[in-house]
């Protein structure tokens, strides 16, 4: 598999591994993300696949254990899903304004992206192994190594066998109906709509099913959320939330923080997303700090399993100005008010209300 | 059916039709609330149901409309379920002290309570009837009459027939053990866990399945949440957020405002709740306004779909002091800060940070 070409479009945020995220204007210039544009997370180097000797195994708790080539994989009955997702580590930026966060990638809010899926529903896969009465997790192994606390190991995570089932968690080996692009996971990724992207494991060699969680170091360990009082010298890893569905969140991508406008009418332009199938309900946008809000309007397209795109109109008059957005879901869920209210040491599930600066002249 | 008798150990907030809720310390001095402390809300009065000639209607969208009479409902298989109900209105108060709220009830935080319930899965009387494949939502009536606006009519609801199809929303016969009481809807009611409270209809007297949600008031129009600038004289009353999963929230019992305590150590106690299924994964105290959090002690007991119950120790100096709390569910939510952000003319919803002041000398 060739070197992934440069991403002009991208901003990098780191170059080995490579991990990058688009303009904020670019990125909702269209519901669905363009391959080329999609946010890139990875823990390790893009891994070298043979398409020939590949095979994605099926074990743990189940009564037929499996390993399936491409063309196995082939022969099960396609679908295709509408999903967005997203890093965990999102807006952890502005959670670094609050506290710094080292070791962590410094995310501004584009850490998220938008694309139709293609392959065969998980369930069909677990379902022709038979999974046993005891199974409750499915573990993901991918091909690609990394490295931490000294130990070099693949990536991994899991998530219950509940979620499993659902017919819209993929494994796929298209996105937006072109082949999965070596970045993204090629030749077969896990899509898990609703949760944190972290669960959808790129380049997936197997699948285990199992009692309890993946012990691997990214579902065990990382991607857990913990106290603010709590860091990294006196953390117990075993006690933080261990992130699964998303909480919902929302983000002005136009005007950006900075920008000169005329005074007069704005439209301010952003995304909304719930997790675990929620829908977005409501998006409100405030130019009094939060005091008062208008409503957004909600642009057609999407499901729970997407964001949905939302533009509001404003009147600015001449002068500086703080703009501010939040979402309610259909569970009635709403985002806190500052980053310092979630602040955590991993930098995770930042979800405060989105606050631009701009100058109106 | 004879009359409710008193109940003295719950607070009434309207004489008739009746409404009560606990006080905030019995609440929480079981896992489980019993029968007579658990929160009543009725719509209207205490219908005489005649158990002879009962019969629960399925009608709609379905290949076998069904009328079955309790002898006909206990040939179903049984089933126990957990479940936490909620009104939507819960903490209204908190909102009144924002901006008033004429014209609905001035509920404290207690219009909540756990019970276990018995009695038949939704689900099965849903199969027996053969649910045609266009339906989408199952409307529920009770056998209680009300008026709005000049109308009078039989309190209703619906769910989705996905969230119907659930192995845990019931039609339960029995409450902790016992004989469902006439106020909490005897002899049938719909349990639908992980809902606002008025989804569970009493009195049960008909399901409809639908392509679209019920038309009864209490669906189409009330328990929506419009925005904080939308009020009964220019509401558009189609299109608020219908209600259905709450969000997360929490709530300190023990101790209440007002109180005076010995300076020292001071355990704190109350419950959290979130919806649709989600679990609780921590609860937060504070006494310095939400800058600092301290990590509250989850009680044994309980599932997604009822509340937790929550202790934390306190060293209070000698002086007044106002002490918080906040819950993050599994989805890595939280709540708001202040109920002014959340604030809507019906009441809806509240899951404000809560607060309690107390003098400690």
Not at 247 to 259: F, K, Q, R, T, Y
Request: with cysteine.
């Amino acid at each position: 598999m060739p070197p992934l070409e440069p991403q002009p479009r991208l901003r990098v945020r780191q170059e080995s591994p490579l991990n990058a995220e688009p303009e904020p204007g670019a990125l909702i210039a269209s519901f669905r993300t363009p391959n080329e544009l999609f946010f890139i997370r990875n823990h390790g180097d893009i891994p070298t696949v043979d398409l020939e000797t590949y095979r994605l195994t099926i074990d743990g708790l189940v009564e037929s254990p499996l390993s399936l080539s491409l063309g196995d994989l082939r022969r099960f009955a396609q679908a295709t899903v509408g999903a967005t997702l997203q890093c965990a580590g999102n807006r952890r930026r502005e959670l670094i304004e609050v506290s710094p966060i080292p070791n962590e990638l410094p995310w501004s809010s584009e850490a998220i992206s938008n694309a139709e899926w293609s392959g065969i529903p998980l369930r069909q896969a677990l379902l022709a192994a038979n999974p046993r009465p005891e199974a409750r997790h499915v573990a993901f192994l991918g091909l690609d190594e990394t490295e931490r606390h000294g130990h070099r190991f693949q990536f991994g995570g899991s998530i219950p066998l509940e979620k499993a089932m659902h017919q819209q968690v993929l494994l796929a080996d298209a996105m937006n109906g072109e082949p999965l692009p070596p970045a993204h996971g090629a030749p077969l990724r896990v899509v898990v709509p609703g949760y944190i992207g972290a669960r959808s494991v790129k380049w997936l060699s197997r699948l285990t099913l199992r009692e309890t969680p993946s012990d691997n170091y990214f579902q065990a360990k990382a991607y857990r959320l913990f106290p603010a009082a709590v860091g990294p010298d006196d953390v117990d890893w075993d006690t933080g939330l261990m992130l699964g569905e998303a909480p919902v969140n929302s983000v002005i991508c136009s005007p950006a923080s900075g920008d000169r406008l005329p005074a007069g009418r704005v439209t301010v332009r952003g995304w909304a997303m719930a997790g675990g199938g929620r829908e977005i309900a409501r998006v409100d946008v405030s130019t009094d700090g939060g005091g008062t809000w208008q409503t957004a309007e909600l642009e057609a397209g999407g499901s729970g399993w997407t964001w949905r795109l939302w533009q509001a109109p404003l009147d600015l008059a001449p002068g500086e100005h703080e703009i501010l957005c939040r979402a309610f879901d259909s569970a009635a869920q709403t985002q806190p008010a500052h980053p310092s209210q979630v602040w955590n040491f991993k930098g995770y599930a930042n979800n405060a209300w989105h606050r631009v600066r701009v100058v109106a002249a």
